[in-house]
């Protein structure tokens, strides 16, 4: 028996989700897997997938990975160069950019590059966070018209809340289409996506759903026939008999109404567990709930299960994800955690093993 906490990373379902948005999509689909393809690995997503359409990511070690596993794909940097080096590295393996600020126009007309580059330039509609005005957009789409060596240009920008505002969703796609330019277009995200707020034409961007999991409130990835490619799993290192009125962990922030019995198992906020979860989540014993008891810690926590037969040192707890026992996911845990997933993928640390099936 071993402490077991292992990230399961589905790669079947992760292939049957991709078919799935990219049967939604009304054109071509841009992959996004920045953050190690949201905690499930840039190495593997991309080796299972092979060359689609294109992959994107934030930052230009992630670009540089994807390159190493695929020499022919198409790969945009969301952020773009932000110096003169990362320019040379981005045309030295074609790495397609976003084109967000004026220091980068500046950098490409300073360079003497030996190739051409792909630039998608990004219009702020209201995200307030990368890309130009509409008052500086027109000059900035001129610069990139006019520089010798930019080939292809896509206009871009990016939704703030196409998950549960639509009034800031169509404002910010008037914006964007009174831009009325002869170029390819990319706007929507994954929730654009599944809330059918997409552009007749254009690359769609998405990345959670590929992994199985909704952006959307108060609809279940399930709904959309979306599988989870992760199942984060724990087992029983410990089962111990309570007396009434015990306190439980740190600070005693359970205590006990009844005799009970509780299991300890072995994942906690040093396996990237939120330590928000104390006394509120709940995890699966095969088809059984139960409730998480007194603090997260960092290598364990408690939980109930009094009114559970058969448990024993040993048995596998599913923390999130799906088995061949029960389900459990993803967002619900989220929630109970007052977060998104997101941030449950991406915040799982080192000491997980893999097990990629």
Known sequence: M??????????NNLKHNYAVLKKLAPNKLVLVIKADAYGHGIKQVVQTLGTIDCYAVATIDEALLIRKHNQKVKILLLEGFLDADELQTALANNFECVIHQQQQLDLLKQAKPSKKINTWIKLDTGMNRLGFTPEQFNQALTA??????VNDIVLMSHFASADDNNDLTQKQTSKFLHQNKPYQRSISNTAALLNNKNLSDEWCRVGIALFG??????????????????????NIIAIKNIDKNQGIGYSHKFISKKAMEIAIVGIGYGDGYPWSLTNH??????????KIVGRVSMDMM???VTAIDCINIGDPVLIWGQDDKSDLPIEIVASHAQTIPYVLLCQITSRVHYKYV
């Open 144 to 149: 990139l018209e006019n520089h010798p060596n």
């Open 302 to 304: 408690a939980i109930d």
């Open 213 to 234: 999991v909704s952006p959307l409130r108060h609809k279940s990835a399930k709904e959309f026939n979306l599988k989870p490619v992760m199942t984060l799993k724990t």
């Open 2 to 11: 071993s402490r077991g906490t292992t990230a399961i990373i589905n790669l």
């Open 281 to 290: 989540a709940i995890v699966k014993h095969k088809d059984k709930t139960a």
